[in-house]
């Protein structure tokens, strides 16, 4: 069950990825091209900020 639960998650956070570039490609692209252009503690602030939503979140679903 934890496998399943696991690539469950896996799958859904691929679609959710996929969106973005599926839809819209140049903007996708300029995107990423910002992106280089950011230093490392600003990309870092992004994904502590990313995953401590994903983390209020799960808490939020789950209890």
Known sequence: MV???ILTAFALVLIIEGLLP???PNR???????LVMLGDN????VG????VIGLVM??????
């Open 3 to 5: 496998w399943t639960e």
């Open 58 to 63: 799960l808490f939020v679903v789950r209890n």
């Open 22 to 24: 599926f839809a819209s």
């Open 48 to 51: 502590l900020v990313i995953i």
């Open 28 to 34: 996708y692209r300029q995107m990423v091209a910002q």
């Open 42 to 45: 600003h990309i870092r602030t």
